[in-house]
């Protein structure tokens, strides 16, 4: 498991990028890629979004 990104909610602000501590994140030109491997589901990362746009399911919702 690792955090889901709502593509219809991003809005490409970067801001989950630069929070998440284990650099799980990255932004392309088209949407936020989640490194499964890397995520350990912190949550630090669906506080951190205006947009509500990530969540994990079984732990912190957006
Ligand atoms: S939940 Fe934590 S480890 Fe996973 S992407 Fe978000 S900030 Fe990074
Ligand atoms: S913080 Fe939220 S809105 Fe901003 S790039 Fe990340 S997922 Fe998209």
């Known amino acids: 498991m ?11 602000c970067a801001g989950c990028v630069s929070v998440c501590p284990f650099l799980a994140l990255t ?19 669906v506080k951190a979004c205006p947009a509500k746009a990530l969540s994990l399911p079984k732990k912190i919702s957006g």
């Open 27 to 45: 932004l392309n030109e088209v949407k936020i890629i989640v490194d499964e491997k890397k995520c350990t589901e912190c949550g630090t990362c």
């Open 2 to 12: 690792a955090v889901r990104v709502d593509g219809s909610k991003c809005v490409y």
